[in-house]
Nanobody, 117 residues
């Protein structure tokens, strides 16, 4: 089993910054990618950013240029630096770890990010 523990969410004003962290533990092997998803009230969960084991990243168009995903392999931790936050970034952010592109992977419990205008 894999455990994912997120931290770093909170309340911030528009144009502010937050950094989310996700620490992975347990059966950590054959990881294909780690990433961040978010789900706003009444909306489907969507990909925010993902980083593969070779360092390839991809971002949702809505966050490109504002968010940066990174990982510390020694600490089995992935980060999401969020700058220039907007009220529409308000959501519960979930960490995800997958072993292949064809499996949903594992999920963290989520951390709330609220951006006030």
């Amino acid at each position: 089993q894999v455990q994912l523990v997120e931290s770093g969410g909170g309340l911030v004003q528009a144009r502010g910054s937050l950094r989310l962290s996700c620490a992975a533990s347990g059966s950590i092997f054959s990881i294909n990618a780690m990433g961040w998803y978010r789900q706003a009230p009444g909306k489907q969960r969507e990909l925010v950013a993902r980083i593969t084991t070779d360092g390839t990243t991809n971002y949702a168009d809505s966050v490109k240029g504002r968010f940066t995903i990174s990982r510390d392999n020694a600490k089995n931790t992935v980060y999401l630096q969020m700058n220039s936050l907007k009220p529409e970034d308000t959501a519960v952010y979930y960490c995800n770890l997958r072993r292949s592109p064809f499996t949903p992977g594992y999920w963290g419990q989520g951390t709330q990010v609220t951006v006030s205008s």
